[in-house]
């Protein structure tokens, strides 16, 4: 039983700024790999920014140098403060974390239910 909920997404002009956040919650031991995916419209889900539990960080080399990744092992949170908006970075935003259960004592990834972020120009 583990859930992860996104907040923060919404509608910002081209330009602005956002912060996502998102929790995970339930039987879990560990979490190896904590980030963000997004999906427009036409297009596959891509990796945006994914923080790994050694403290690496893998960002998409579209957002590169605009978006910063934060995570808190012991809050069991991370956020992603994107500045510098574009109208391309329109899409839902999805958590995704790799963790390790009680549930079934295996590692597999898990998903957010997702947020919409909308750029206008």
């Known amino acids: 039983q583990v859930q992860l909920v996104e907040s923060g997404g919404g509608l910002v002009q081209s330009g602005g700024s956002r912060r996502l956040s998102c929790a995970a919650s339930?039987?879990?031991?560990?979490?190896?790999?904590m980030g963000w995916y997004r999906q427009a419209v036409g297009n596959q889900r891509e990796m945006v920014a994914l923080?790994?539990?050694?403290?690496?960080?893998d960002f998409a080399g579209a957002v590169k140098g605009r978006f910063a990744i934060s995570r808190d092992n012991a809050k069991r949170t991370v956020s992603l403060q994107m500045n510098g908006l574009k109208p391309g970075d329109t899409a839902v935003y999805y958590c995704?974390?790799?963790?390790?259960?009680?549930?079934?004592?295996?590692?597999?990834?898990?998903w957010g239910q997702g947020t919409q972020v909308t750029v206008s120009s």
């Open positions: 339930g039987t879990i031991l560990r979490i190896d790999s």
């Open positions: 995704y974390a790799v963790v390790y259960s009680h549930d079934d004592y295996k590692t597999r990834g898990y």
């Open positions: 923080s790994h539990r050694n403290g690496s960080i």
